[in-house]
Structure formats: structure tokens, C-alpha cells
């Protein structure tokens, strides 16, 4: 993604060198993304008819949240912009008067797209009704965080993260940069303790002014070589391992929920992300509740027969982020520069985020110090934010039946996030009372959460007992006829995308 999206941003007026290793294997879980994605393959000017039937792609309306409040409920977070009547958001309204004991349904027309298996856009590839389509001028050339706020895509992207990296590259070597498959043996600093150059197994030295530290949670170069410290998150997020299986099915007759599925379990919880020929899967856990053998063999039962036969990916994770994630000349993006969990997919959505903001705060010759902290200052509040949106989900959620999930109310929590949980108990959340820092989640997504969850008791805003409340009942009205119009008129996802291919 890096070295594809610097190619597109500078062309030829930098070189630019991938080495990749043929030996050590990515980790690849990381299958499903924000909405906000859209924005990475308008940059490379690439539609989704080039790169999606490469990567079995599908499209991800929401996460779907099963048995996060008592085994049986579900709740859709969704990618769509929250209404408001009379200045108050829907969600506000719903708690006071909302039609049925679904927000979802009743505030969302994507919970019920997505309960009927639907594809966002018609078979001739139109967008639902709203005014989005590829190449719009009206978000042409914003960043992420310019575009936040303004409109809400429908829709995010699931994908094999194996067979996008290999699109990829293609992309990236066919634009000029120079691709090396070779394992870096040595990290080589000067006097200043810059970086000079990695020595390869195969090809030697390679020297650069530039480094970018892409090796995963090893941080081969910025936590080994230039030894910047790592800040773990472990305190307050304990789920440190993930066993993931890919299971091939037959998605014809299983049928595609164009959803990431996030299941919890006795010790974490499991994700399902179903794409065109085979469905992702995995067990996200804490390995002080259960061991690799008994998560694999939960996920195993989970799924059913058809992981009989599917090797098993057991991976640890470092959760936290570095100090800073860029020291000297070395970059770190993705996870050698921080993590969380999968949960809300925000792995892609990192590596998505610390590439615009490299573009943005490019160095000069003079190496300026203040693009430095101007990126780290980014790469820290979008991390630190979306750390206390995760941590959001186990204190909210109304399940208690395990120590896992006792352990989830009574856990260490940022101090900032406890003060604004009791904010949030008498008014949802708005744009003064979530994370003030740039993080890709606006204040739709805690409401979500918290009505989701069920953990937290929550009250409509007084001021609603003395409004009429016409209006939102006319607006919930919409939101049903809409839905039950779009739910007669969408393909299937499975046949849009069999059509797409």
C-alpha cells in the first residue's frame, strides 16, 4: 500500500525500492476496512471493477455485534450518515420514542439491507439513491480527515489482504518502483544514529535517505535498530492472540451478508468476513482466559465441517503503538508502528491514515523536525483514539456471564474515556464530548455502541419532553418505507458481485 500510494502521489520525482522477503509471511488477517478505504483507490485511480475481482472483494455495509449484550442479540454499526430532526440526532429521539426496540432498524436503512443479504448498487452498478459514484468530483483528492464529517460513504471493502498486496505490487513495479524479494540481515547506522542503508541476503547493501519500517510487529528497524520504545495498550485491551482460519464455501448457496460479523465468545470474540469464493474467520482472545489449543478448537466448532481440513494461523499480537513512529529517517507503518485488535477493523485504516500523513509531511533536504512531529502528533491521537473506541465496546457491553466479561467492567480504563462516559449517560455523544483528536470514528459510531451494547443506561436529552415530536416520527415513517423499497429493487450481493466479476 505504501510504496503504491508514494508512486501515485510522487511519480518519478522519487525512487522508490520494495524489499519484501520470501521467506516470512504477512500476517494477512487483516481482510476488512472503513468506509473511508474508497478514498486510497481514488487516489491510484483504480475503479472497482479493476481490483475487486482480483482480490474476491466484497462490499462491508457494517459490523454486525452478535451476543455482546446476552447470547442471541445482534445490532449492525453501520456506514451511514445519522439523521438529525429539529437538531437533535435520531438516536436522541429513538431512546425517547423510538418505534420498535431495534435503533438499528429503526434509525438505519443499511440493517435491513444487510439482514437481506443485499448489494449496495443495482446490477448496472448505480449506488442505492444517494449521490456517490466513483470518480465524483465533490471528494476528489480529500484525505480522510478532511472528508470526515461532510458526507458517509455506504460502504467499505472486505478482501484477501494476500491477493491485494499482489495487485498491488503489480501497480507499484509497473509505475516504476523497484520490487525485491531478499531478507534484510542488517540494519546499518551512521555516527547520528540514522539510518544508512539494510544489508539483503541476496542483493547486498541498500542504501536510501528515506526508510520505511513495513516488518510487522518485529519492527525491525525502528524498535530494533533505532530502539524507540513501544507503549503497550495491554492494560486496558487484553486480547493479545488471534488463531484465524480461510475456509473455502460454496458462497452460492451460503449467500454473502455484506457485513463484518464479530461474534463474542467465552475469552474474545470471533470475526466472519465472507468474501467470494471462501469466508475469513478468527478467534480474537486473551491468552490469560484461554489457551491456543482451546481457542482453535472454539473457532473450529464455530465454524462447523467445513474447517475440518483448514490449517490453522495462530498469531500473537503486540497491542500498544511505538512512542513515536517516526525517528530520524525511519518511517514506521502498519504494525511496526502500532495496533489495537481486528475488532472495527482499524489495522488498514492505520496503514491507510500514516501514508497520507507521510504524503503530507514529506521531508526536504533540511529534514525539518517539525514534519516529524507533525506526523507522530497524527499517528498518536488516531491510535490513542480508536484505543479508547475499542475499549468502549467491553465496558458497554451488557454480558457477564464468563470472568472474561466480569473482568471487562471492572478493568483499568483511560481516565478521558470514564469522564466522558458519564457525559454520555444524559446526553449521546456529539463533536464536543468524543475524542477531540482525528481518529476516523465520528460520534454516530459511539452512539451506535452504546445503544448496541446495553451495558450502560442511557437517557434522551430532556429538552425532547418539551419538542413535538412529529417530525421524528414522520422521519422514522421514511426510514421504513425507504427500506422496504430498497430491500425490493437490491440484487443479492452474491449475484451483483458473480455479475461484477
Not at 476488512?32 to 479493476?50: C, P, Q, V, Y
Not at 484461554?290 to 473457532?299: D, F, G, K, V, Y
Not at 496503514?351 to 500523513?357: D, L, N, S
Request: charged content about 25%; proline content about 5%; some cysteine.
Amino acid at each position: 500500500m505504501t510504496a503504491s500510494y508514494l508512486k501515485a502521489a510522487f511519480g518519478d520525482r522519487i525512487d522508490i525500492t520494495l524489499v519484501e522477503s520470501g521467506h516470512i509471511g504477512a500476517v494477512g488477517v487483516g481482510e476488512a476496512t472503513f468506509s473511508d478505504i474508497r478514498h486510497f483507490f481514488e487516489f491510484l485511480g483504480l475503479k472497482e471493477k479493476d481490483w475487486m475481482p482480483a482480490c474476491n472483494a466484497t462490499y462491508k455495509l457494517a459490523v454486525r455485534f452478535e451476543n455482546w449484550r446476552e447470547k442471541g442479540h445482534y445490532f449492525y454499526h453501520p456506514f451511514e450518515q445519522m439523521r438529525s430532526v429539529n437538531g437533535f440526532p435520531l438516536t436522541d429521539w429513538w431512546l425517547k420514542q423510538g418505534p420498535t426496540d431495534r435503533f438499528d432498524k429503526d434509525c438505519f436503512v443499511m440493517a435491513s439491507v444487510i439482514d437481506a443479504g443485499l448489494s449496495p448498487r443495482h446490477q448496472d452498478g448505480t449506488l442505492i439513491d444517494q449521490p456517490f459514484d466513483e470518480g465524483a468530483d465533490e471528494m476528489q483528492g480529500l484525505t480522510m480527515s478532511e472528508h470526515q464529517g461532510k458526507t458517509q460513504f455506504p460502504y467499505a471493502y472486505q478482501f484477501e489482504a494476500a491477493l491485494l498486496a499482489k495487485y498491488l505490487t503489480k501497480y507499484s513495479v509497473e509505475r516504476g518502483v523497484k520490487h525485491i524479494v531478499d531478507d534484510v540481515r542488517e540494519v546499518s547506522l551512521d555516527d547520528r544514529g540514522w539510518i544508512t542503508g539494510v544489508r539483503t541476503g541476496e542483493h547486498g547493501d541498500l542504501t536510501g535517505d528515506l526508510f520505511i519500517d513495513c516488518t510487522g510487529f518485529r519492527g525491525l528497524l525502528l524498535n530494533q535498530a533505532l530502539e524507540e520504545p513501544f507503549i503497550s495498550y495491554q492494560d486496558t485491551l487484553p486480547n493479545d492472540s488471534a488463531v484465524a482460519l480461510q475456509v473455502p464455501m460454496d458462497m452460492e448457496r451460503r449467500g454473502i451478508l455484506p457485513c463484518t460479523t464479530a461474534t463474542a465468545q467465552d475469552a474474545g470474540w470471533i470475526w466472519t468476513i465472507p468474501l467470494t469464493g471462501r469466508v475469513g474467520t478468527g478467534y480474537v482472545y486473551a491468552k490469560d482466559y484461554l489457551s491456543p489449543e482451546e481457542a482453535e478448537r472454539t473457532l473450529r466448532e464455530f465454524v462447523g465441517p467445513a474447517a475440518a481440513d483448514v490449517e490453522a494461523n495462530h498469531i500473537r499480537m503486540r497491542i500498544g503503538r511505538s512512542r513515536n513512529s517516526w525517528v530520524k529517517n525511519c518511517v514506521a507503518i502498519g504494525l511496526s508502528s502500532g495496533f489495537v485488535e481486528p475488532l472495527e477493523s482499524t489495522g488498514i485504516f492505520f496503514i491507510h491514515h500514516a501514508i497520507e500523513q507521510l504524503v503530507k509531511n514529506f521531508p526536504a533536504a533540511d529534514w525539518n523536525s517539525m514534519h516529524r512531529d507533525l506526523y507522530n502528533s497524527a499517528v498518536s491521537h488516531v491510535m490513542d483514539g480508536v484505543r479508547e473506541f475499542l475499549v468502549l465496546h467491553y465496558v458497554a457491553a451488557k454480558r457477564n456471564d464468563t470472568q472474561y466479561w466480569r473482568d471487562t467492567k471492572t478493568r483499568k480504563i483511560p481516565d478521558s474515556l470514564a469522564e466522558r462516559i458519564e457525559k454520555w449517560k444524559v446526553q449521546l455523544p456529539d463533536s464536543e464530548t468524543v475524542y477531540p483528536y482525528y481518529h476516523g470514528l465520528p460520534p454516530y459510531s459511539y452512539m451506535c455502541i452504546l445503544l448496541g451494547m446495553g451495558g450502560i443506561e442511557l437517557k434522551p436529552s430532556p429538552a425532547l419532553a418539551l419538542a413535538d415530536g412529529g417530525a421524528a416520527q414522520r422521519e422514522f415513517e421514511q426510514i421504513r418505507n425507504k427500506t422496504q423499497r430498497l430491500t425490493e429493487v437490491l440484487p443479492k450481493a452474491y449475484d451483483y458481485f458473480t455479475q461484477l466479476r
